[in-house]
């Protein structure tokens, strides 16, 4: 018998059976060693605050409609960071060139469950590279939401970015916009992240409760502003303080998951007198300018081609590798105790 994790109610969580799926044509089956946890989109889930539980999104207008949800609970296998062994390979792709094999470690998206059955197109190129430890694999998705997010921002050697939110995707973008030849400031509400901050190339660091964060940032850049912030917390009071810490035309990229009503943003005070740029980052696509050239599949294998280099730590990043049995603990824990962890990954 399988197992799955699944939401049954707003803050209900189980590990539930589920019979073995088969395997259709054209899909490999994996089993999963690891599923890492995203402290943001599945936390929206968890707390039943996830636009989808509310309304239906109509992909042929790309607008949310109103009446009925998208998803209801139970939601079940949630996650899009799984790394696992392939156990079997549909026989009419056996020998297919580009596809992982039978033994092979990789990496994909198909949800907090024990196993996955995923069309092979999705796995082709998705084989572990071999100097990388298994739990790197797990940090491939978060990995292209963070460089997604550097790549929206354009960036240039040696200007000024904040970044707003300090967990682990914040976490890597400060790394990655500091790869990229700027100068960072890295803002959180909890010092020991901030800290974490300093290691991944912060060169200021902001408490966002205690320190006047816009006039501070506005010192250290010779009074313009920083050029570019990036706000990956998804807190609206945060994307407002990264609107008031831009120069004039600075850019603001927001890439967190904002829930509800903007509460905490005044979009007629600095957005609007300092004519700041505010552009959405988000994981469906790439920045529109670099569609010719990048992919969200590329972000993900040069993410990992960059940990693989050692330009990228991801290993400290994990603080927490929680039995699947347990995992109903480990929403609790970043739900209610967010200081006392960074990345939870389930082990299988």
């Known amino acids: 018998m399988e197992r799955v994790v699944q939401f049954t109610g707003p803050r209900q969580v189980e590990v539930a059976p589920c019979e073995r799926a088969g395997l259709p044509p054209g899909h490999l089956r994996v089993r999963t060693r690891y599923s890492g946890i995203s402290a943001g989109t599945e936390l929206t889930a968890y707390r039943?605050?996830?636009p989808y539980l509310t309304r239906t999104w109509d992909p042929a207008s790309r607008l949310f409609q109103e009446g009925s949800p998208g998803i209801e609970y139970p939601v079940a296998g949630w996650g899009y960071s799984?790394?696992?062994?392939?156990?079997?390979?549909?026989?009419?792709?056996?020998?297919?060139?580009?596809?992982p094999a039978v033994g092979d470690l990789v990496w994909g998206i198909w949800g907090h469950r024990s196993e996955g059955v995923v069309p092979a197109e999705r796995m082709?190129?998705?084989?572990?590279?071999?100097?990388?430890e298994p739990l790197a694999g797990a940090f491939a998705r978060v990995g292209a939401i963070a460089q997604n997010a550097v790549l929206?921002?354009?960036l240039h050697v040696g200007e000024d970015v904040a970044v707003f939110g300090q967990g682990v995707i914040g976490l890597l973008a400060t790394r990655l916009a500091r790869l990229s030849g700027a100068r960072v400031t890295a803002v959180d509400a909890l010092d020991a992240r901030l800290a974490k901050a300093v290691e991944y190339g912060a060169h200021h660091t902001l408490n966002a409760r205690t320190?006047?964060?816009?006039?501070?940032?506005?010192?250290?850049?010779?009074?313009r502003g920083a050029d570019v912030a990036i706000e990956i917390s998804g807190a609206y009071p945060a994307l407002h303080e990264a609107l008031r810490s831009v120069a004039v035309a600075g850019r603001v990229v927001a890439s967190g998951f904002y829930q509800g009503d903007g509460a905490g943003l005044r979009l007629?005070?600095?957005?609007?007198?300092?004519?700041a740029q505010l552009v959405c980052s988000q994981i469906g696509g790439v920045p529109p300018q670099l569609a010719g050239r990048w992919t969200v599949e590329r972000l993900q294998r040069t993410f990992l081609?960059?940990?693989?280099?050692?330009?990228?730590?991801?290993?400290?990043?994990?603080?927490?590798?929680?039995?699947?049995?347990?995992?109903?603990?480990?929403?609790?824990?970043?739900?209610?105790?967010p200081a006392d962890a960074l990345q939870i990954v389930l082990e299988f």
């Open 48 to 50: 039943g605050t996830n």
């Open 152 to 154: 929206a921002a354009d």
């Open 305 to 337: 081609r960059l940990v693989a280099e050692g330009e990228v730590d991801v290993a400290s990043l994990v603080s927490h590798v929680v039995p699947v049995a347990e995992a109903a603990d480990a929403y609790v824990l970043l739900d209610e105790r």
């Open 268 to 275: 007629g005070d600095e957005f609007h007198h300092n004519r």
């Open 82 to 99: 799984e790394v696992g062994e392939v156990l079997e390979v549909s026989p009419e792709l056996a020998g297919t060139e580009g596809l």
């Open 124 to 132: 082709a190129g998705h084989t572990l590279p071999a100097q990388l």
């Open 211 to 223: 320190d006047a964060v816009a006039e501070t940032v506005r010192e250290l850049t010779e009074g």
